[in-house]
């Protein structure tokens, strides 16, 4: 199975500074046929996950251009600039490209 | 407005079985893979199933192969989960997600498997 690794486990955060997360995944993520299949979701307290970011560095649909995604085959970063009180809640990346499909243990992030 | 409405959890005792329905509007059901996701109580995701658009392909996690069983009905637009021999282990909130990418959750279903 592909092993996913975050880090920091939380992170705290000024409001319009900027947060980086990091993911490293235990095999390449990147297909043969160009795309990396890492993505990043985000759980806000108390509700569903949601779809932040495909295919490593696509922005999903009504996401803020403040999120974005970069990487290699193996090492991926979220970036949050100018982060907002409504950022707060636990960030996961994943996982996409063969099963089974896994995800990262999350990392935290709080308002300071 | 996309909408994934799960149900049919519950408390169950271990080893008996429980069946959980996600009903999809907002979207063309039948052309898009579908998925089961959980997660326990106070822990992360864990990937738990997979069916395609026609129900050609299904995956499941080593976790529940051989005691659930995804499957999906294009007509209702609904898609289920079959679980069987419960564990104590799969007591969690039960996401159904949709697309290959997970675009689209629910708002989650609680099992909890209890004597």
């Known amino acids: 199975d592909i092993v996913m690794t975050q880090a920091p486990l939380s992170v705290s955060v000024t409001p319009g500074e900027s947060a980086s997360i990091s993911c490293r995944s235990s095999?390449?993520?990147?297909?043969?046929?160009?795309?990396?299949?890492v993505y990043w979701y985000l759980q806000k307290p108390g509700k569903s996950p949601q779809l932040l970011i495909y295919?490593?560095?696509n922005l999903a649909s009504g996401v803020p251009d403040r999120f974005s995604g970069s990487g290699s085959e193996t090492d991926f970063t979220l970036k949050i600039s100018r982060v907002e009180a409504e950022d707060v809640g636990i960030y996961y990346c994943?996982?996409?490209?063969?099963?089974?499909?896994?995800f990262g243990s999350g990392t935290k992030l709080e308002i300071k | 407005e996309v909408q994934l409405v799960e149900s049919g959890g519950g408390l169950v005792q271990p080893g008996r079985s429980l069946k959980l329905s996600c009903l999809a509007s907002?979207?063309?059901?039948?052309?898009?893979?579908m998925n089961w996701i959980r997660q326990a109580p106070g822990k992360g995701l864990e990937w738990v199933a997979s069916?395609?658009?026609?129900?050609?392909?299904?995956y499941y996690a080593d976790t529940v192969k051989g005691r659930f069983t995804i499957s999906r009905d294009n007509a209702k637009n609904t898609l289920y989960l079959q679980m069987t021999s419960l564990r104590s282990e799969d007591t969690a909130l039960y996401y159904c997600?949709?697309?290959?990418?997970?675009?689209?959750w629910g708002q989650g279903v609680m099992v909890t498997v209890s004597s």
């Open positions: 997600a949709g697309t290959t990418t997970f675009d689209y």
């Open positions: 907002g979207f063309t059901f039948s052309n898009y893979g």
């Open positions: 069916i395609s658009s026609s129900s050609s392909y299904i």
């Open positions: 095999k390449s993520l990147l297909h043969s046929n160009g795309i990396t299949y």
């Open positions: 295919r490593m560095s």
């Open positions: 994943g996982q996409l490209l063969e099963n089974p499909l896994t």
